[in-house]
C-alpha cells in the first residue's frame, strides 16, 4: 500500500492526496487518497522508475488533475536518460501522462510546482548534466502540448549547490538554495518575469543559520524560512526561522534560533494559519534521552516560539522531509512522521 510518505499532501474536494517513496507493487512508492471522515486510503497508482517515475513531489491541482514534480524518471531505450519528469495524473478516469526530462539539459525536478494560470506551470531543477558548477534550472512547463521550455538553462552552484523550493510573490520566483557545507551556506536567489536573475540574500554561520530547507512563505510584505544549522554549528542550537525583505536592500534577518531542550533542526517550511508559523523539527524536544523532534508554534509580532507537541514513537518521530497543512477543521495538521527504524519506519499522518 506504499510507505514513508515524501512529500505535503494536497487537500481537494474534501480528500488529501499525496505519495510515498517506497512500497506498492514496484517499491517506488504510490500515489494515494486519504478520506478524513471515513479514515479510508485509497491506493490510486503504483510507482515505478520506468513508468511512472519516482520520488514524486508536492502536488498541486489545476481541473482535476494533480500536477507534481517526478524527481527520477528513465524513459525508453533511445528517449534519454534518468532525469526526472512532470507527472500528471487525470483523477476523473484514472489515467496519467509523462514529460520526460531525459532529452533535456535538465535534470531531477523538485519542489512544489507553480501554477502561472495561464496553462503553464513554472518548476526547479536540482541537477545540471552539463557542469557541476550549475546547480539547476528554473523551467516552464505546457500544460496543453505536455513539453517543458527552460526559462533560464543555469542557476551557477556559487548560489547553493542544492536548490530547495520556487515560490512566485510580488511578480518575482523567490528560489531558496542550500548548500552542503557552512563556506557557501545558502542563499534567497530572485528571478524576475522581466528575465533577469539576482542573488539578494546570503545564508552565513554568524548571523542568520546555515543550509535552509523547505520553502518561503510570505506574511505582511516578508517572506519567511527556516535553516536547518544554527549560528556556528553549535550542536546545541540547530537551525533558525528567517525574515527575508523582497525590497531592497534585501535584508536577512535571524527572528529565532532552535535549541535542543524545545527542538531543533527543522526539516520543513512554515506553515502560516491565524498569523502565526507552524513547523516540525527532526531531533529535540523532551522525551527522556532520546528527542525525536517537535511540532512548535511561532509568532512573528512577538517572535515567541511555543513548543506544542513532542513526538515520541507512538505518535509518530522524527519528521524529515515532512509539511504541514491546515486541515479543514481549522487544526495544524503535520503530514508526515518518519522515524527511521524498524519501529516506526512506515510513517504516520495526524
Given at each position: 500500500?506504499?510507505n ?27 500515489l ?12 490510486l ?6 513508468s511512472?517515475?519516482?520520488?514524486l ?5 489545476k481541473?482535476?488533475i ?15 536518460q ?10 476523473s478516469?484514472?489515467?496519467?501522462s509523462i ?31 552539463v557542469?557541476?558548477?550549475i ?23 556559487s ?23 557552512n ?18 540574500a ?15 512563505t510570505?506574511?505582511?510584505g ?46 520543513c ?17 523532551t522525551?527522556?534521552?532520546d ?18 507537541i513532542?513526538f ?8 524529515n ?30
Amino acid at each position: 500500500m506504499g510507505n514513508s510518505p515524501g512529500a505535503k499532501l494536497l487537500y481537494y474536494n474534501s480528500k488529501f492526496y499525496g505519495s510515498t517513496v517506497y512500497g506498492g507493487a514496484n517499491n517506488g512508492g504510490v500515489l494515494f487518497e486519504f478520506n478524513p471522515t471515513s479514515n479510508l486510503y485509497i491506493k490510486l497508482l503504483d510507482l515505478s522508475l520506468t513508468s511512472t517515475g519516482t520520488s514524486l513531489g508536492p502536488l498541486i491541482v489545476k481541473n482535476g488533475i494533480l500536477y507534481g514534480n517526478m524527481q527520477y524518471y528513465q524513459p525508453p531505450a533511445g528517449q534519454g536518460q534518468n532525469r526526472g519528469a512532470i507527472f500528471a495524473y487525470n483523477l476523473s478516469n484514472s489515467t496519467y501522462s509523462i514529460c520526460s526530462f531525459g532529452s533535456l539539459l535538465l535534470g531531477e525536478p523538485k519542489g512544489k510546482l507553480v501554477d502561472n494560470s495561464d496553462g503553464t506551470l513554472t518548476g526547479i531543477t536540482t541537477y545540471s548534466p552539463v557542469s557541476t558548477s550549475i546547480a539547476g534550472a528554473i523551467f516552464k512547463y505546457n500544460i496543453a502540448s505536455n513539453t517543458v521550455n527552460t526559462f533560464i538553462q543555469n542557476i551557477p552552484a556559487s548560489n547553493g549547490n542544492f536548490l530547495q523550493d520556487v515560490r512566485f510573490y510580488n511578480n518575482n520566483y523567490h528560489i531558496l538554495a542550500s548548500t552542503t557545507n557552512n563556506s557557501d551556506a545558502g542563499s534567497v536567489v530572485e528571478y524576475s518575469i522581466s528575465g533577469t536573475l539576482n542573488t539578494r540574500a546570503t545564508f552565513n554561520t554568524s548571523t542568520t543559520g546555515t543550509r535552509p530547507v523547505g520553502f518561503l512563505t510570505p506574511f505582511n510584505g516578508k517572506l519567511y524560512g527556516v535553516s536547518s544549522s544554527g549560528l556556528f554549528d553549535n550542536l546545541a542550537k540547530q537551525g533558525t526561522i528567517v525574515e527575508y525583505d523582497p525590497l531592497p536592500p534585501y535584508t536577512l534577518t535571524k527572528k529565532y534560533e532552535f535549541l535542543a531542550a524545545t527542538g531543533h533542526r527543522p526539516t520543513c517550511g512554515l506553515l502560516l494559519y491565524n498569523n502565526k508559523f507552524y513547523g516540525l523539527t527532526q531531533v529535540g524536544g523532551t522525551t527522556g534521552y532520546d528527542p525525536v523532534g517537535v511540532l512548535y508554534e511561532f509568532d512573528p509580532a512577538t517572535n515567541v516560539y511555543t513548543q506544542k507537541i513532542t513526538f515520541n514513537y507512538i505518535n509518530g518521530a522524527s519528521p524529515n522531509l515532512a509539511a504541514l497543512i491546515a486541515a479543514p477543521t481549522g487544526s495544524v495538521l503535520p503530514i508526515k512522521l518518519t522515524n527511521f527504524t524498524a519501529k516506526e519506519n512506515a510513517g504516520t499522518a495526524h
